[in-house]
């Protein structure tokens, strides 16, 4: 099953899985378990951060699973308040220690706040210093992504965003791509907000495949060249997840799905002033 999952190659020349599984909002005494069981189902790309408070969990599944090191791609991220290059050398060595690894495949500045200059330039010593394979951002709308691509000697790998068919990060995803910038998802399933699993569109498409609809928005963002991290505690879920290498959505379809898009965030948007506030000094949000 592994070796089905096709990769992505990064502006460095990393081979990222286009589809992994991903643990937030997964309490830390679950995660292990479900670590474990996607795993077992096939998974091979784990993304997680410092402010899930689960890595420990992450590395546990990871050392008892007997997988080789160089068959997993790990993604962790650095929290806001561990900022500057000192605070996120300090975060990157506690989050691999938790992890058990002594490297990481992917290392992302969680939230585009706090001084994030100075953590890029760390991430960047730990890459040139082979503990990082490839380094990138979360959460960086395009002008904040564009200033840290200008003025920086590396050029983030990804971007992992708020992408779904509500919020279809189009015009972005083109940016990012004249950039060299990989776009991930995060909260491909939008939460389930708008009804999402119920919405005709998507049920109709998913009918005429004999998939669900979770299937029908996996295979929309793989199409549409993105990377994919789902949720969910269940192996049967996990494993419909994975099923969605056997199916092509037509172009009809796909311009179906992309007149749902609203052009606006389910969730927080992070220009807005209270948001970045509340972000920038909650630790662990």
Request: aromatic fraction near 10%; proline fraction near 5%; charged fraction near 25%.
């Amino acid at each position: 099953m592994p070796n089905e999952i096709p990769y992505v190659t990064l502006n460095n020349g990393v081979q990222m899985p286009i589809l992994g599984f991903g643990v937030y909002q997964i309490s830390p005494d679950e995660t292990e378990q479900a670590v474990t069981d996607a795993l077992a189902t096939g998974y091979r790309h784990l993304d997680t951060a410092e402010s899930y408070r689960n890595e420990e969990a992450v590395g546990r599944a990871i050392g008892n699973s007997g997988i080789p090191r160089d068959e997993l791609f790990v993604t962790t991220k650095l929290w806001v308040q561990d900022g500057g290059e000192d605070g996120a050398k300090r975060a990157f060595e506690q989050s691999l220690q938790r992890l058990g690894l002594d490297h990481l495949d992917l290392y992302l500045i969680h939230q585009p706040f706090g001084d994030y200059y100075s953590s890029w330039r760390a991430m960047q010593d730990l890459y040139k210093q082979g503990l990082i394979k490839a380094i990138g951002v979360s959460n960086f709308y395009p002008d904040r992504l564009v200033d840290l691509v200008d003025h920086n000697e590396v050029t983030p790998a990804v971007n992992q965003v708020e992408t779904h068919p509500f919020f279809q990060r189009q015009d972005y995803q083109q940016l990012m791509r004249e950039r060299g910038v990989q776009l991930e998802s995060w909260g491909p399933f939008a939460e389930g907000r708008n009804n999402l699993f119920s919405d005709p569109t998507l049920s109709q498409i998913g009918a005429a495949h004999g998939k669900s609809v979770a299937q029908v928005v996996l295979r929309w963002l793989i199409q549409r060249g993105v990377i994919v991290i789902p949720k969910s505690v269940r192996p049967e879920r996990m494993a419909e997840n994975l099923d969605v290498f056997d199916f092509q959505l037509t172009d009809e379809e796909m311009t179906r799905i992309a007149a749902m898009d609203t052009g606006a965030s389910l969730f927080f948007d992070h220009r807005d002033p209270e948001i970045v506030s509340q972000i920038g000094n909650v630790r662990g949000t």
